[in-house]
């Protein structure tokens, strides 16, 4: 959907979002944000939805009297039932009622097709049964009861079932979240205040990942202190208010997502998510990098950081500092022409390097290919053998080019290496600039690569050629979108990511083979059902 932005202070005309699906506000306090977030609420009247558990889990005096509200649809499904408690005190408990009426009016309509031997009458899938669906999905060893006309949960522990009272704070914010969503309207703009406020970090993402996946039709609008959490979002519009003035009611404010500076706001960001950090290439708007890598690296904290070079010399910093932050940090750079030297030497920094010349590349692993394409209906075998076909045929008319590159950045290194001395005089360093030549032999190492590189063509090593292989619209030339039964690379990636965001068999595949690229071959992977 199109969503237009608040007026701005500097009198220049609002900025509008096309096709947005996710928004992310975020600002120090005081600033104006959830003024701002409050004025689009009131733009999108009639589509508004909104949730905050900090709110919906006490009790409360007061109502939301939005359109479509858990409040409203209480208060109309207790004047229009004889069987709905009209005591419930917070939005939460008004929650649980409705969630416990509507499944007792589908199963009164199923019971009365069957008396009415109505043709192809179904046990109905209700609210509830899409929440406890997902709930023991996040929590694989607890369940969500129906006993006694009451919502019971039980854990594989032996417990004996408990209500939903007695849920930690945290347990009820996932419940209602869960809850909540499936009652917004059709394509409904839901504002989400705060939604880390009870969650622990390890299921944050996971869990708005979910309710996002739950209605696909709805636009999330997060207000959020939480910059981890804006940049998990795909397809994320992030946007920084900076200011408000009360009296024209108008705001500065733009939209951002570049992490170029390695600041105290930064590194005290890091230390407060606890968990290990990865900074990577990219900003966190627009780069491949940014979305893909937090959906592999799961464990750690993911930080866009801009260039190669910052990159590095952030991981370094950091990890001078481990003793009193006590997190373990690397980096992820591209491997671009370097030779297998250069990536120990980053490797033995803790620097990430894949197996294969640069982001791009990665999406045309084998494994990643096949994936997409068995899971669009195609014959995978077929998709790829084309692919790689395409990749070999476009190496193979781009080899001298290619090979002059590596030979360029080669010369490049080998020149600072070997300048990088002391020289008593002008004419020593023109001296020694004249062997340079003959020393480096750019010619015989330019006919070395040439020679490798047909090799690599005539064996059609595939796999190796993505290793040395740069070329940034490879996706697009390669034709394998379309072969996918996809429209443009765009989609692809998208595809992907959709299948990381899911978390189960074919995520844990597409990880395995990032990891593998990555000469990762010790961690963790668990796959899911």
């Known amino acids: 959907m199109n969503l237009t932005l608040p007026k701005r202070i500097d009198g220049n005309t609002p900025i509008t979002l096309h096709n947005v699906k996710q928004i992310t506000v975020i600002g120090a306090n005081g600033a104006g944000k959830t003024r701002f977030s409050r004025k689009i609420l009131e733009d999108c009247a009639g589509r508004a939805f909104k949730m905050s558990a900090l709110k919906a889990i006490f009790p409360s005096m007061t109502k939301n009297n939005l359109e479509g509200s858990i409040d409203n649809l209480f208060e109309l499904a207790g004047n229009n039932s004889h069987f709905i408690k009209s005591d419930a005190q917070s939005e939460f408990d008004k929650l649980m009622f409705l969630l416990l009426h509507d499944e007792f009016i589908e199963l009164l309509k199923y019971k009365a097709d069957l008396l009415g031997n109505v043709e192809g009458a179904k046990v109905p899938v209700t609210r509830l049964d899409r929440v406890a669906k997902r709930w023991e999905e996040i929590f694989p060893k607890n369940k969500i009861l129906r006993a006694g006309g009451k919502l019971l949960f039980s854990s594989d522990s032996g417990d004996d079932s408990y209500s939903s009272m007695t849920l930690s704070d945290g347990e009820k914010a996932i419940l209602y979240y869960l809850g909540a969503v499936l009652y917004a309207m059709p394509d409904a703009v839901i504002f989400v205040d705060d939604p880390g406020v009870f969650l622990h970090h390890s299921v944050m993402q996971a869990l708005w990942n979910v309710i996002e996946q739950m209605r696909p039709d709805c636009t999330f609008i997060y207000n959020t202190h939480d910059l981890e959490f804006a940049g998990s979002r795909l397809d994320n519009k992030c946007i920084w208010v900076k200011n408000f003035d009360a009296i024209n009611i108008a705001w500065d404010y733009e939209i ?11 590194y005290f960001d890091l230390l407060g998510s606890r968990k290990p950090v ?15 890598y937090p959906l592999v690296f799961t464990e750690y904290t993911v930080k866009p950081l801009g260039s190669c070079n910052k990159v590095i010399e952030s991981t370094r910093s950091f990890n001078d500092l481990e003793n009193f932050h006590h997190l373990d940090s690397h980096g992820i750079v591209d491997r671009d022409r370097r030779d297998d030297k250069e990536v120990q030497y980053l490797r033995d920094k803790k620097i990430f390097v894949p197996n294969v010349a640069e982001i791009e590349n990665i999406l045309m692993l084998p494994d990643l290919i096949t994936t997409v394409a068995r899971r669009r209906g195609k014959k995978q075998d077929y998709v790829l053998n084309k692919v790689r076909k395409a990749v070999i045929d476009m190496f193979d008319s781009e080899l001298r080019q290619q090979a002059l590159m590596h030979v360029r950045h080669r010369v490049k290194r080998n020149v600072e290496y070997r300048i990088d001395r002391r020289f008593q005089n002008i004419n020593a360093l023109e001296d020694h600039m004249v062997d340079l030549v003959n020393e480096i032999n750019p010619r015989g190492m330019y006919e070395d690569l040439c020679r490798t590189f047909h090799i690599l063509v005539d064996n059609g090593n595939y796999l190796e050629i993505l290793k040395v292989y740069n070329q940034k619209s490879m996706v697009p030339d390669s034709n394998v979108a379309q072969l996918c039964g996809l ?20 995520a844990a595949i597409i990880r395995r083979a990032i990891k593998r690229c990555f000469s990762i071959e010790n961690e963790s992977i668990n796959d899911k059902n």
Do not use: A, C, R
């Open 256 to 266: 951002v997502g570049s992490g170029e500076k390695f600041s105290e706001e930064l």
């Open 487 to 506: 429209t443009n690379k765009d989609e692809y990636i998208h595809y992907l990511l959709n299948i990381l965001k899911e978390d189960k068999n074919d």
């Open 278 to 292: 990865l900074f990577i290439e990219g900003d966190e708007m627009h780069s491949i990098d940014s979305k893909l």
